[in-house]
């Protein structure tokens, strides 16, 4: 175990609460954070606070509704159509522009203001939409960046980033919070908690990926 605190962006999805609990049994005592973005379903926000007061960790919302305003997309405006694939050019109108980087430097200055070096978040390259800030050398630039702008040395954990998404459900098993994270987060689109509606992208990933690790953990299982 290492001997420090850390802070989770935490926005009680599945990849965040699997990184929660990954937090958890990495560090000695565990922070998460939670932002009000503007997003049409701010319910995650209070799953989010109900898992993190049943893992005992101290958590905060922020509201930030700048992000909801500045950019053009289908999470923070009602009246865009989502996109049900990855475009084959340009980026899906899922993309928030912007929010992983607002994200990670608000949770800096916090983490800073209370002696917190390590920051924890659930991007992921392996399994994604084609969002550029959820990419490996963004994760690195920004590092160096904050890390410039405070005159402190953060440390950015990524536990998923080169893991896809049956890894993710693997992981959570091993953490002991596999059927938490299936039944009490939210990652669907549309707002629907637990298994989702089953047909936005969000949803399809995350079912994908559950359904190939649980066949994997019974063939594993027959062959013991």
């Known amino acids: 175990m290492i001997d420090d605190k850390v802070l989770v962006v935490y926005s009680g999805g599945q990849d965040s609460t699997t990184c929660l609990f990954w937090a958890k049994r990495e560090f000695k005592e565990v922070y998460a954070v939670s932002y009000r973005y503007g997003q049409k379903h701010e319910i995650e926000v209070e799953m989010a606070r109900k898992i993190a007061e049943k893992a005992g960790v101290s958590f905060e919302v922020m509201d930030i509704p700048l992000i909801g305003r500045l950019g053009h997309n289908s999470l923070t405006d009602a009246t865009m159509v ?18 992983n980087m607002f994200f990670l430097s608000i949770a800096a200055v916090y983490a800073r203001e209370r002696g917190i070096r390590h920051l924890v978040t659930g991007v992921s390259q392996t399994d994604y939409s084609g969002y550029p800030d959820c990419r490996d050398a963004f994760i690195k630039s920004l590092n160096v960046t904050l890390n410039l702008a405070m005159d ?33 987060t939210l990652t669907c689109y549309n707002g629907i908690p637990g298994d989702g509606c089953g047909h936005c992208p969000s949803c399809k990933l995350r079912n994908e990926g559950l359904q190939k690790y649980l066949a994997q953990k019974a063939a594993r299982e027959k062959l013991a």
């Open 82 to 99: 989502m996109d049900q694939e990855v475009p084959e050019k340009g980026l899906p109108n899922t993309f928030v522009p912007g929010r």
């Open 152 to 184: 402190y040395q953060f440390v950015l954990h990524t536990p998923l980033m080169w893991i896809d998404k049956a890894q993710t459900w693997e992981l959570a098993d091993q953490l002991g919070v596999l059927d938490l994270v299936r039944n009490e």
